[in-house]
Each structure stands twice: as C-alpha cells, then as structure tokens.
Nanobody
C-alpha cells in the first residue's frame, strides 16, 4: 500500500514561483511512475506533468511547458513540481498520483492507483 501526501501549495502573485512536493510512503515507490494533475472549480481534473520511475520520460501539458519542471528523488520517496511564472489560470487544487509498474499511460488519469488529498495553489493577478 502506498500513501501519497502533497505539500507546498499556497497563495502567490502572478509571475512568482512555488515548488510542490509529493511524498509517498511504502516500499518500491522508486518503481512507480508519478504524475501531477490539477482541478480548478467547475472543471475536470487535468494532467499537468508526469515522470517515469527512472526520470527518463517527463511529459508536460502544453499549458505548462517551459514554466513547470517535474523531478524526483527516489532516495527520499519524493517527486517535485517546480512552478515558475505562475498565472492566475494556474489556480487549482494540485494532486499527486502514483502508478504501479505494469500500468501504462502517464497522461491517462484512470491508470493511476494512488492519489493524494491535494494541495491548493492560488495565483492572484
């Protein structure tokens, strides 16, 4: 069993930065792919960025390319999302999700096995 906990959200102004952290308990986390999703009020949950267990593949949604960077430290069981040049439209609850080995589809929400409770990111204009 894996438990996922996000942290690092907050209130910032447009143009500022935040770094989100996703800590996962449980063994073998270093074999899991991980993704960040977000959900704004009244909208569906959407893919933001993903990372394979080896960090060899890191896809991003078009709306964050060049601004956000996903990385992981398997020794710390932690995945990070560095968010720069934040915009008001980035305001959402950000969720971390972990995917068991054997599941495929970094950008497919239904392939993830474990989800955190989310962390709120609010960007003011």
């Amino acid at each position: 069993q894996v438990q996922v906990v996000e942290s690092g959200g907050g209130l910032v102004q447009a143009g500022e930065s935040l770094r989100l952290s996703c800590f996962a308990s449980g063994r073998a986390f270093d074999s899991y792919a991980v993704a960040w999703y977000r959900q704004a009020p009244g909208k569906e949950r959407e893919f933001v960025a993903g990372i394979t267990w080896s960090s060899g593949y890191t896809p991003y949604a078009d709306f964050v390319k060049g601004r956000f960077t996903i990385s992981r430290d398997n020794a710390k069981n932690t995945v990070y999302l560095q968010m720069n040049s934040l915009k008001p439209e980035d305001t959402a609850v950000y969720y971390c999700a972990a995917q068991k080995p054997g599941n495929w589809g970094l950008m497919t929400l239904t392939t993830y096995n474990y989800w955190g409770q989310g962390t709120q990111v609010t960007v003011s204009s």
